[in-house]
C-alpha cells in the first residue's frame, strides 16, 4: 500500500491561474476544465485547487524516483456519479502506477477556507 497527501492555498491557484492561461490546460485534463468552467469563479478555483492536491498527492504515493515522467495532465479526477472523486490515470501516469504494480486508487478532497488538501491510497 502506498499513501500520499497534499496541501494547497486555493489562492496560489487563483493567482497561478490568473496570470497564465496556458497553465490549466498544461496542468489539468480536459475533464477537470470543463467541470470547472460550470462553477462560479471562486468555487472553481477551489475545485481546481483540490484536483491539483490529488495530483501532487498522487506522485508523492509513487515515490520520488518516479514523478519525474509523469505528466500532471496524466493524472484527472473526476466526480462518479455518487458524487465521489474518482482517480483516472493516462500515459504515463497510468504506465508509472502499472509499474509499481498498483491497480486500485482511493482519493479524498477536502476543502477548508482558502485550503484543499487530498490524500490518496494506492494498493
Given at each position: ?22 497553465l ?21 478555483y ?14 508523492k ?18 466526480n ?5 472523486p ?38
Open positions: 500500500m502506498r499513501i500520499g497527501v497534499d496541501m494547497v492555498r486555493v489562492s496560489q491557484i487563483a493567482h497561478s491561474l490568473s496570470i497564465s492561461r496556458k490549466a490546460s498544461r496542468v489539468f485534463g480536459r475533464a477537470e476544465r470543463e467541470n470547472a468552467a460550470q462553477l462560479p469563479l471562486r468555487r472553481s477551489e475545485f481546481l485547487a483540490g484536483r491539483f492536491a490529488v495530483k501532487e498527492a498522487v506522485l504515493a509513487m515515490s520520488a524516483r518516479l514523478t519525474g515522467a509523469v505528466s500532471l495532465c496524466d493524472i484527472e479526477t473526476i462518479a456519479q455518487d458524487g465521489c474518482e482517480l483516472h490515470l493516462y500515459a504515463s501516469a497510468l504506465s508509472a502506477s502499472q509499474s509499481l504494480g498498483v491497480s486500485q486508487w482511493m482519493v479524498s478532497i477536502s476543502h477548508e477556507n482558502d485550503l484543499a488538501v487530498a490524500i490518496v491510497i494506492a494498493q
